[in-house]
């Protein structure tokens, strides 16, 4: 089946760092992505959504400085942190589909912590 | 009033029992997806949804169309199906993009 691997599991930084979080499409080409972000025991909040060689198109209240998405290639896009804060602590995942018409897989997701 | 809705919430069962979850929505929809969320954070598919039924081992998922409302069930429910489920629909009029519900913690106890 499809699979998206997401790197890394987690990561502790330190204020002010960034930390770069990556997910690849192993065996389909992942025409678009959509990056999440999950509070504790809340729904799914999307962040954005990139289409491959597109700027990314970010959610209403998501800083696109902040939250750099890049999908430079059908099999990989980033999700750049830039300058963390404590209040970015979070769960970020990823999900990819190759279109209309197809599921939609999901990375097994980062936890970040900034200290 | 969210677009989709899910009960219960919490849900507690002792296993061996037949698990129902359900999920209504208010929008027109192109798919619905019902996903598996592990205490680890990874999400896993399930089904995906336009019409009619889709059965995968234990596990069986039906969607009414008209009435805009999803079941899924969980046969012979054990310790391992504790997860979150969530329902998810792609809404008719927004691309690619996923509406999720607010999932329901399903608790299986020996």
């Known amino acids: 089946g499809a699979v998206v691997s997401q790197h890394p599991s987690w990561v502790i930084c330190k204020s002010g760092t960034s930390v770069k979080i990556e997910c690849r499409s192993l065996d389909f080409q992942a025409t678009t992505m959509f990056w999440y972000r999950q509070f504790p025991k809340q729904s799914l909040m999307l962040m954005a959504t990139?289409?491959?060689?597109?700027?990314?198109?970010?959610e209403q209240g998501v800083e696109k400085d902040k939250f750099l998405i890049n999908h430079a290639s059908l099999t990989l896009s980033t999700l750049t942190v830039t300058s963390a804060h404590p209040e970015d602590s979070s769960f970020y995942i990823c999900?990819?589909?190759?279109?209309?018409?197809?599921?939609?897989?999901f990375g097994s997701g980062t936890r970040l912590t900034v200290v | 009033k969210n677009e989709v809705e899910q009960s219960p919430q919490n849900l507690t069962a002792q296993e061996g029992e037949f698990i129902t979850i359900n999920c209504s929505y208010s929008v027109g929809i192109s798919a619905l997806h019902w996903l598996q969320q592990h205490p680890g954070g990874g999400i896993v598919s399930l089904f995906m949804?336009?019409?009619g039924k889709k059965k995968h081992g234990r596990l069986i998922a039906t969607i009414n169309i008209q009435e805009k409302h999803s079941s899924l069930h969980i046969t012979a429910s054990h310790p391992r199906d504790s997860a979150v489920y969530i329902c998810a629909v792609r809404l008719s009029t927004s691309g690619s993009r996923l509406t999720f519900g607010e999932g329901t913690q399903l608790t299986v106890n020996p």
């Open positions: 990139s289409n491959e060689g597109s700027k990314a198109t970010y």
């Open positions: 999900s990819a589909t190759a279109g209309l018409g197809y599921g939609y897989t």
């Open positions: 949804l336009s019409s």
